[in-house]
């Protein structure tokens, strides 16, 4: 049973999460990625999370910021020791170990444990750890949305851009590096967000949808 306690984290958690939402027109149910503060992608490799090139992975399914984080129908696990690795496993409604909070950019699960990069490594395939919460650079996460690219080019100003956008969306593979300034693609993959810094820039999708960079939070 949640104690009193629990439930009051759990709701204070989630207040965060709002207001880091709050403005934005979206909601949180529609969270499909998450990556590190070095810009690699939460995944999945030989059971184990690890951070990842972006590459056209499927999204996570239904993290609505509070709850069960999930991929491929198994569940993100965070158990101790400290540096123990976070695993993706069955899914057990209740367990502790697998109710996840995206808190003021931390991934922190109900046993307590924050979603850490092993290390502060960047790259990768760098193991993702259990590991107290302390703040830290490598403790922190961003939250993105998919969304097509009629619907971007259709905030922007510049329908040139705008028409470059969406049919380099539709054309592309996924895990493409896109301006969303000028619809221009960037580089041969998508590696990492933070490449190409200082410029907008997503990820496509596949099928005319993009991952926005920026993230939430």
Same mark, same amino acid.
């Given at each position: 049973?949640?104690? +009193?306690?629990?439930?009051?984290?759990? $709701? %204070?958690?989630?207040?965060?999460? +709002?207001?880091?939402?709050?403005?934005?027109?979206?909601?949180? $149910?529609?969270?499909?990625?998450?990556?590190?503060?070095?810009?690699?992608? !939460?995944? *999945?490799?030989?059971?184990?999370?690890?951070?990842?090139?972006?590459? &056209?992975?499927?999204?996570?399914?239904?993290?609505?910021?509070?709850?069960?984080?999930?991929? $491929?129908?198994? #569940?993100? %696990?965070? /158990?101790?020791?400290?540096?123990?690795? !976070? %695993?993706?496993?069955? #899914?057990?409604?209740?367990? /502790?170990?697998?109710?996840?909070?995206?808190?003021?950019?931390?991934?922190?699960?109900?046993?307590?444990? #924050?979603?850490?990069? *092993?290390?502060?490594? +960047?790259?990768? &395939?760098? /193991?993702?750890?259990?590991?107290? #919460?302390? +703040?830290?650079?490598?403790?922190?996460?961003?939250?993105?949305?998919?969304?097509?690219?009629?619907?971007?080019?259709?905030?922007?100003?510049?329908?040139?851009?705008?028409?470059?956008? /969406?049919?380099?969306?539709?054309?592309?593979?996924?895990?493409? !590096?896109?301006?969303?300034?000028?619809?221009?693609?960037?580089?041969?993959?998508?590696?990492?967000?933070?490449?190409?810094?200082?410029?907008?820039?997503?990820? %496509?999708?596949?099928?005319?949808?993009?991952?926005? $960079?920026?993230?939430?939070?």
């Amino acid at each position: 049973m949640t104690s +009193g306690s629990s439930r009051l984290r759990i $709701a %204070t958690m989630i207040a965060g999460l +709002g207001l880091c939402l709050g403005g934005t027109g979206i909601h949180a $149910a529609e969270i499909a990625y998450l990556s590190s503060s070095s810009g690699y992608m !939460l995944h *999945e490799a030989r059971g184990q999370a690890v951070t990842s090139n972006w590459a &056209g992975q499927q999204p996570l399914q239904g993290f609505n910021g509070y709850g069960a984080v999930r991929q $491929a129908n198994k #569940c993100l %696990t965070g /158990r101790g020791p400290a540096g123990q690795a !976070l %695993t993706w496993d069955r #899914c057990q409604p209740g367990d /502790r170990n697998q109710a996840w909070a995206l808190s003021s950019s931390r991934l922190v699960n109900e046993a307590g444990w #924050c979603a850490d990069v *092993e290390g502060n490594r +960047g790259g990768a &395939g760098v /193991r993702v750890v259990a590991w107290q #919460c302390s +703040g830290a650079s490598n403790q922190r996460w961003k939250a993105h949305l998919v969304e097509s690219a009629d619907a971007r080019a259709s905030r922007m100003a510049d329908q040139a851009a705008a028409n470059r956008l /969406r049919e380099n969306a539709a054309r592309a593979p996924a895990g493409r !590096l896109i301006d969303l300034r000028t619809g221009e693609l960037i580089g041969v993959d998508g590696g990492t967000m933070r490449k190409a810094a200082g410029a907008q820039v997503g990820v %496509t999708a596949g099928g005319g949808k993009l991952i926005a $960079a920026g993230g939430l939070n």
